[in-house]
């Protein structure tokens, strides 16, 4: 190893100073919202959105011409598809974090371990079954049960997951990444079935279910996600001393005083709830919660109590600048938003893997 | 006083503890001995409260450990690993932090310094951890356990469990690691460490215990249980003890200053 090198090592767990990096995130997160509210077939400046949301704040909507125009697009259309798309982005990314410091793992992905795709089919099973089993459940019922139902699916996948994979405090990676695979392709296929049986507009939707979309970002969208997200944001100061002495072994963290299989479960419940509130209402995307944590570990350092909100910073603005791509690239066509991120992500994070090894 | 009382250990129908019973006093150094597979990690484990006995009990101050709260326990002993990889590219500062349970003030700042100083690697708190060799990995626990005794309960003794604590060290930083022991000791604190050099053991040992096939074979001053035929029930070999050999040999005994 070079003297350089030795040098750079040196300066540190990360890159940044924390407070750097988290006021860094913060101004991403902050750009990419306000873009995603600017840019779309009609771009607005950014002056004007700030105008008409603060018009929109102050409870009051410009009626005509292009006021009314630029009202209903900053407001009606990108507004909550923007909000649903920054808390989607910080509750993947958080519930990635957690999870990884749950197995001891950086590669421990909800939707590369099969945690999102099981979410995802247990939100199809409750839309078919509760709409033919016809008259049990009104549409309201439905909507309302939908995050449920994928926490329940996404919740179901994790104990099994950790279940295979985990032995006596010790987390197979091999195991846990195959057998997620596994469990992954075997939800998706089970979700495919369910879509092609059930719908008309079949491959539309099972493309929603497997890829992502915030395309059908309405308020009772975001209202129906919004706790599950910030639960999980607001428990993660509580977990950060748990996550942080986990990532000594599991046996260390109950020398340092702490109930483990506790400290485990209800990371576990909160992965599944942030995952399930996730692909309820926006389907899978991959690779934000695997390449976001990645991220922030090398610019701030592993440490859990400013790595959680700073991923959940940086996965709601990478979540919202992927689908202002997803919007723009072909126009008036919208790609499915997972596409975006993997076709972003997935030659990323071989970078980083590559470059890891070379360092490493 | 850390006690164990008839302790028994049984894992998939193989008995590796029976009938063990042990006392780690305050001001004292406990060490255990054995050869492989002895048990000596399993008894440590059933010490620490990792793992429950299948019979018998340990307890702190009369109180069976398993009804203590992890945290509770946790302000009274710390467990030195035999080797702890660490997930995640954590710094050297920040691995000692965990053991404080705080981080990121300035007082936290200078307490790790000190630890770091004590166990000789002054200035490696920002290095990350997974650039150090297993020795210095080692060392660097050493200073974690260290702090979080520093930070537990006052007023009462506290417990340092060490499992094979010298094992991936020089001997300088064997000899190190023995006078940190000792001063906890003479602090009033209690030690309990599993050795595997005799002649460390000897050194060490205020009262010496040897584990044979689970079973505890002796115990007392190390002069009473390292005796020829002693080692030679308890490790199968034919030993002379205090025999000088022809050719040159050093013991940790003749350094300076040990």
Redesign the interface.
């Known amino acids: 190893m070079s003297a350089q090198m030795r040098h750079a090592?040196?300066?540190?767990?990360g890159l940044w100073p924390t407070g750097a990096g988290l006021a860094g995130f913060a101004a991403l997160a902050l750009l990419a919202f306000f873009a995603a509210l600017a840019l779309g077939p009609v771009t607005l400046p950014l002056g004007r959105v700030a105008q008409v949301l603060l018009e929109g704040i102050g409870g009051h909507r410009e009626q005509v011409g292009t006021g009314l125009r630029d009202t209903v697009i900053v407001l009606d259309v990108r507004l909550p598809r923007a909000v649903l798309g920054a808390l989607v982005g910080a509750g993947t990314a958080a519930a990635g974090a957690i999870m990884q410091g749950v197995f001891?793992?950086?590669l421990a992905d909800p939707g590369l371990i099969g945690v999102s795709p099981g979410a995802a089919l247990s939100a199809v099973a409750w839309i078919v079954l509760g709409g033919s089993v016809a008259g049990l459940l009104s549409p309201e019922a439905r909507m309302l049960g939908l995050p449920l139902a994928a926490f329940a699916g996404g919740l179901a996948t994790t104990l099994l997951i950790a279940r295979l994979a985990m032995r006596e405090g010790y987390t197979s990676m091999a195991t846990l990444l195959f057998a997620g695979l596994a469990l992954g392709a075997l939800a998706s296929a089970g979700t495919g079935v369910l879509v092609f049986m059930a719908s008309e507009q079949q491959s539309r939707e099972f493309l929603f279910w497997t890829l992502g979309s915030l395309g059908g970002a309405t308020w009772m969208k975001v209202g129906l996600t919004a706790p599950f997200v910030i639960l999980l944001l607001g428990a993660g100061p509580f977990l950060a001393?748990g996550l942080?002495?986990?990532?000594?072994?599991e046996?260390?963290a109950?020398?340092?005083?702490?109930?483990?299989e506790r400290l485990k479960r209800i990371a576990l419940l909160l992965v599944a709830a942030g995952v399930g509130a996730s692909v309820a209402s926006a389907g899978v995307v991959g690779f934000v919660g695997l390449v976001v944590p990645h991220l922030v570990?090398l610019s701030i350092?592993?440490?859990h109590?400013a790595l959680l909100p700073a991923c959940a910073l940086l996965g709601a603005a990478v979540l919202l600048g992927a689908d202002i791509l997803a919007r723009l690239i072909a126009a008036p066509a919208e790609l499915p938003l997972g596409v975006v991120t993997a076709l972003v992500g997935a030659p990323f994070f071989l970078w980083l893997l590559r470059r890891r090894a070379a360092i490493? | 006083m850390y006690q164990a009382h008839d302790l028994g250990l049984t894992l998939q129908g193989k008995t590796l503890l029976h009938g063990i019973h042990l006392a780690v006093k305050p001001g004292a150094v406990t060490v255990v001995v054995g050869p492989n597979g002895a048990g000596k990690s399993s008894l440590l484990k059933l010490l620490a409260g990792e793992r429950r006995p299948t019979s018998g009990c340990v307890t702190l101050d009369g109180t069976d450990i398993g009804t203590l709260a992890p945290a509770v326990l946790a302000r009274r002993r710390a467990v030195l690993p035999q080797a702890a990889e660490v997930a995640f590219a954590f710094s050297v500062a920040e691995v000692v932090g965990i053991g404080l349970g705080a981080s990121g003030t300035a007082r936290a700042a200078a307490a790790i310094e000190d630890l770091l100083a004590r166990v000789d690697l002054p200035g490696f708190g920002h290095r990350r951890y997974e650039s150090l060799s297993g020795g210095e990995r080692q060392r660097v626990h050493l200073a974690r356990v260290l702090g979080q005794l520093a930070v537990g309960t006052t007023g009462a003794p506290r417990y340092l469990l060490l499992d094979e604590p010298t094992s991936s060290l020089d001997l300088s930083h064997q000899l190190l690691v023995l006078r940190l022991a000792r001063a906890h000791a003479a602090e009033g604190g209690g030690v309990l460490a599993v050795l595997h050099d005799l002649n460390l053991a000897a050194m060490v040992a205020d009262h010496l215990v040897l584990l044979a096939a689970g079973r505890l074979l002796a115990e007392g001053p190390p002069a009473q249980v390292l005796t020829d035929a002693v080692l030679a029930r308890g490790f199968g070999v034919n030993v002379r003890v205090n025999t000088v050999p022809a050719g040159p040999f050093i013991l940790p005994q003749s350094v300076d200053g040990a």
Do not use: M, Q, Y
């Open positions: 090592r040196a300066s540190g767990s001891r793992n950086p001393r942080d002495a986990l990532a000594l072994g046996a260390e109950f020398h340092l005083g702490l109930r483990v570990r350092g592993p440490g109590r490493g």
